[in-house]
Nanobody, 120 residues
Framework: QVQLQESGPGLVKPSQTLSLQCTVS??????????YNWIRQSPGKELEWLGS???????FYNPAFKSRTIISSDTTRNLVSLQLNSVTPEDTATYYC????????????WGQGTQVTVSS
């Protein structure tokens, strides 16, 4: 089973850039059957899909976040990164990476999530 683990800062100041990493084990980010997603949940709110990364670094984004979101893949370290620019307190949330398997048409693995607080 593919295992995912998020990492990054727990506290970010408003207007700064949030950078998170999803380390992948038991699978390769270059696998054409895998789509790696970044998803978040703010306190008291529903899950929000931020974007995803596919083989060849062809990415997809939620239009609501596209202007300030970059998802990139590092094949050497086998990880997928999330960059969220110009953060505000509304970006305070638990951030998850999750694996969607195309052949299963379903999510297969989730990281445990990492809490991020945006505050001065």
């Amino acid at each position: 089973q593919v295992q995912l683990q998020e990492s990054g800062p727990g506290l970010v100041k408003p207007s700064q850039t949030l950078s998170l990493q999803c380390t992948v084990s038991g699978g390769s980010i270059t696998n054409a059957d895998y789509v790696y997603n970044w998803i978040r949940q703010s306190p008291g709110k529903e899950l929000e899909w931020l974007g995803s990364a596919t083989r060849g670094n062809i990415n997809f984004y939620n239009p609501a976040f596209k202007s300030r979101t970059i998802i990139s893949s590092d094949t050497t370290r086998n990880l997928v990164s999330l960059q969220l620019n110009s953060v505000t307190p509304e970006d305070t949330a638990t951030y998850y990476c999750a694996l969607w398997v195309l052949s299963l048409a379903d999510f297969d693995s989730w990281g445990q999530g990492t809490q991020v607080t945006v505050s001065s």
